[in-house]
Structures are given as structure tokens and as C-alpha cells.
């Protein structure tokens, strides 16, 4: 979804989200104003937002991305081997 009379770069809502991370377009925000790309909306884990993140910065003709992405899942701490073993 695009603001009113704004385009997106072409493709950064396939490229990122339906493609590389299986999120339904209709959960992700996009907006753009002069190259600049703002992000709403929950991805399915932490490290997800992060990936799409740079990859919609490497998109052709984005010159900079405004993360509001959250997260269903924090994936970002992982357990230490030595706190799995005393299981």
C-alpha cells in the first residue's frame, strides 16, 4: 500500500516481503517520498524486519529507509549452549 499519489520503487514489496519473506503485501505499509521509504507494519520474527530493511535499502532508487516494522516473534536471543544443558 502506497501513500496517495506516490510510487514506490518498482517491485519493493515483491522483492522484499512476498518473495523473500512470505508476508502478504496487505500487512506491510509502504510509503515513499523522494526516494525515501517508510516501513509499517509486523513482519513474522526480529531478524526479518532487519532483512527487509536492507534489502529495501538496496533497492534501485531508494535512498533511505524509516524502519516502523515490528515483530510477532523476538528472534534475536538465542539461549546459550550451557543454559540448554542443565535440562
Known amino acids: 500500500m502506497t501513500a496517495p499519489g506516490r510510487r ?6 515483491e522483492q522484499v516481503f512476498t518473495n523473500r519473506l512470505s508476508v502478504p503485501p496487505a500487512l506491510i505499509n509502504v510509503q515513499v517520498r523522494d526516494g525515501a521509504v517508510s516501513l509499517r507494519g509486523e513482519g513474522p520474527a526480529s531478524s526479518d524486519v532487519g532483512f527487509a530493511v536492507c534489502t529495501a535499502a538496496a533497492v534501485d532508487g531508494v535512498v533511505a529507509v524509516e524502519n516502523h516494522l515490528t515483530a510477532a516473534v523476538d528472534d534475536r536471543h538465542r539461549p546459550r549452549t550451557a543454559d540448554l544443558t542443565d535440562y
Do not use: A, M
Request: hydrophobic share 35%; aromatic share 0%; proline share 33%.
Open 8 to 13: 514506490h520503487p518498482p517491485g519493493i514489496v
